[in-house]
């Protein structure tokens, strides 16, 4: 019994993580070919012990050696770290005011503001992000609102650039960063300000010497949840950002979609991967640091 | 009591001369329609330990939170060393607080959280980390320095957040319900440590408790609240043997109360109280006219518990024993009276072999003394 309870998260992992990156790997390791499905080798089982040794001699690195070829890929990676990096950031400065807020709010008001910040859930995201269009475009509600405030007399272009690609992406992750600092900061003992003060503080050094110290798992758990699938963000560059917003989200797709070089795409998405090990182990080890803090 | 003609005797209350450290003057506060704290005028010296005791609700906390600056009064003034605090903010008193629940920072160690005040100060390096030992020292947690709080015990957190409220050398120290979070053995240890360490730093302590007994062991002296209002300031040993009413009698320690009407107030004040019993004898309370009714209030330690009637003392009572409460260093004896109320009666147990004279159902007298009961008005 106990066997099988332990063996439930295995099963799960082999299932759910562990083949389908098997499948992507071997594809990343055969050759394109005009086929169905567009590479080869695959498997023959009915040749037997030589069909299989067939198999894997003809598995090779040649695409991880076209990624270090053409400087497109690399220059895809850095540009999507940016992006992911400065897009967290500007997440995290419009986030955590609204947590603050939301956790010093009358305890009455805090589930009505919890539901306004998941509400936008219940919709579908790309119906959310077509919206977006339709504000920034260049005759969108944004540039006619302010035509008419008379704050600009030219339409702004914002739509198919870079900055369209930031407002997305603040605007789908922001809970992602709301949540984890509120729930911080809702638990935080607001006795522990009033003793700051009681100590000596104003109430500027008490925020930066108590509350945001005490806020820091919440923001670090925020910045992964955010981070980790902006990194691989596919949907909003392509649908907001213009063509010079390179992303490997965006490249991964071309390579599957447009080139159907299945091979390449699953060699990008394979170091995409990679990459994103780094940053999720870190983010385990923060909740796992959390965790036992509060034991 | 008459004791200020003694120059040994702590009790700056009495003299006329002295100067208070804090004086609130017809101070009273509302929250909304709420009024916490109703008129009250108080002066607390320097280096006393202040309790204010009350049940939950009574205004005590509201009180010592404005002493701290978390809250302003509604209307009247609070002085700390001569100078109106209306507009001074919290972190610009020299008042420092122990919470409740002590609020230790807890992503900082106890090194760092008994700092946290004196570098508010600016103090240099040197006269911090000399200051930090000193106090670590005097809580006995030197060795605990690096830790964290999650890392100490209860009452190792308790010694934390004393040391980190004296660390400025407040001339106020307030403590909110200082011991409630300890277990009965170590608050009873650690009522005598705080005294001694209110002795050695000569602070002015003023400490909020439910429990009498606590604000009786550690105060010099205790004002009892109600409902936002002071009923009674005074030493533990007056508040205890001359309560100023029948809510303080009630409130600190047990007692038995019995109502009836004065008969008459010629050497001490008589109460009738059963219709063919002799009246009881007790001291008179303040306010007392003939004819009114009163309620008699004896401590149950004052009363003896015999099988003969007591021939020379004038409150004797006879009933039967309802129960026996045997609780060790004493045994609690309910006495019946035929007229329904149940007296409490208390006597030491001073021999380990205990003969039990009495039991269960047993006819028995209790009697007191002339000046062992008080009369107070209802």
Redesign the interface.
């Known amino acids: 019994m106990r066997r099988l309870l332990v063996a439930v998260p295995y099963v799960w992992l082999l299932v759910l993580f562990l083949v389908p990156f098997g499948i992507v790997l071997k594809i990343s390791l055969s050759d394109i070919a005009l086929a169905i499905p567009p590479y080869t080798p695959t498997l023959d089982l009915a040749e037997g012990w030589a069909g299989i040794r067939a198999f894997f001699s003809q598995l090779d690195l040649e695409n991880y050696v076209f990624l270090t070829s053409d400087d497109l890929y690399w220059k895809a990676y850095l540009s999507s770290l940016q992006i992911a990096l400065i897009a967290t950031a500007c997440t995290l400065l419009v986030g955590f005011p609204i947590a603050y807020g939301m956790a010093r709010a009358p305890e009455e008001w805090r589930p009505a503001l919890l539901m306004l910040v998941i509400l936008p859930f219940w919709t579908s995201f790309l119906i959310r992000v077509y919206a977006w269009i339709g504000i920034l475009s260049t005759e969108g509600f944004l540039n006619q609102f302010l035509l008419w405030t008379g704050i600009i007399s030219e339409p702004l272009t914002i739509l198919n650039t870079n900055t369209a690609v930031y407002i997305g992406i603040v605007y789908t992750y922001l809970p992602f960063m709301i949540l984890p600092i509120y729930a911080t900061l809702e638990r935080m003992?607001a006795?522990?300000l009033?003793?700051?003060?009681?100590?000596?503080?104003?109430r500027v050094?008490a925020f930066w010497?108590?509350t945001v110290?005490?806020a820091?798992p919440g923001v670090i758990a925020g910045c992964f949840l955010v981070f980790i699938p902006t990194l691989g963000e596919f949907v909003i560059p392509s649908l907001l950002g213009g063509s010079d917003t390179l992303m490997i989200g965006k490249v991964l797709w071309e390579e599957f979609f447009n080139n159907r070089d299945w091979p390449v795409a699953s060699a990008v998405a394979i170091i995409l991967l990679l990459i994103l090990i780094i940053p999720i182990i870190l983010f385990q080890r923060n909740q796992q640091i959390n965790k036992e803090?509060e034991q | 009591m008459a004791a200020s003609g003694k120059d040994d005797v702590f009790a700056p209350w009495l003299d006329a001369k002295a100067e208070p450290l804090i004086k609130i003057n017809g101070v009273t506060k509302r929250f909304g329609d709420f009024t916490a704290i109703d008129d009250v005028s108080l002066n607390i010296y320097p280096q006393e330990f202040f309790a204010l005791l009350g049940p939950s609700g009574c205004g005590k906390t509201t009180l010592m939170r404005m002493l701290?600056g978390?809250e302003t009064p509604t209307t009247g003034v609070i002085s700390i060393d001569g100078q109106d605090m209306s507009t001074v903010?919290?972190?610009k008193r020299a008042?420092?607080?122990m919470?409740?629940?002590y609020?230790l920072?807890?992503?900082l160690s106890v090194w760092e959280n008994i700092a946290?005040?004196l570098r508010?100060?600016g103090l240099d390096k040197d006269r911090i980390a000399a200051r930090v030992e000193e106090m670590l020292k005097l809580v006995q947690l030197s060795k605990f320095a690096k830790r964290k709080p999650?890392q100490i015990s209860g009452g190792q957190r308790q010694r934390v957040a004393l040391a980190?409220?004296l660390a400025?050398a407040p001339k106020l120290l307030l403590l909110d319900e200082p011991l409630g979070a300890l277990d009965k053995k170590l608050r009873q240890e650690t009522q005598f440590e705080l005294m001694d360490i209110q002795e050695k730093t000569g602070t002015t302590f003023v400490i909020v408790t439910h429990d009498q007994e606590e604000a009786m062991t550690v105060a010099s002296r205790v004002a009892v609240m109600d409902h936002g209002q002071l009923i009674q300031v005074e030493t533990p040993e007056v508040i205890y043997e001359q309560p100023n009413s029948v809510y303080v009698a009630d409130f600190i320690g047990d007692v038995n109360l019995i109502e009836g009407s004065v008969s008459s107030l010629a050497g001490g004040a008589e109460l009738a109280w059963a219709e063919g019993r002799a009246p009881l004898v007790g001291q008179p309370g303040a306010a007392l006219t003939t004819g009114q009714p009163a309620t008699f209030a004896i401590r149950p330690e004052k009363i003896a518990i015999s099988t003969e009637e007591p021939q020379d003392r004038r409150n004797r009572v006879q009933g039967k024993i309802l129960d026996i409460g045997y609780l060790g260093n004493l045994s609690t004896y309910h006495v019946e009276m035929p007229e329904g109320p149940v007296i409490k009666c208390e006597v030491g147990n001073r021999s380990r072999i205990e003969r039990r004279d009495f039991t269960w159902e047993d006819e028995v007298w209790l009697s007191w003394s002339d000046t062992a009961g008080l009369v107070l008005a209802r």
């Open positions: 003992d006795s522990l009033e003793a700051a003060e009681d100590l000596g503080c104003s050094q010497l108590i110290p005490l820091r803090a | 701290a978390f903010p919290p972190n008042v420092n607080m919470f409740q629940s609020a920072f807890p992503h946290f005040g508010r100060d999650h980190r409220a400025k």
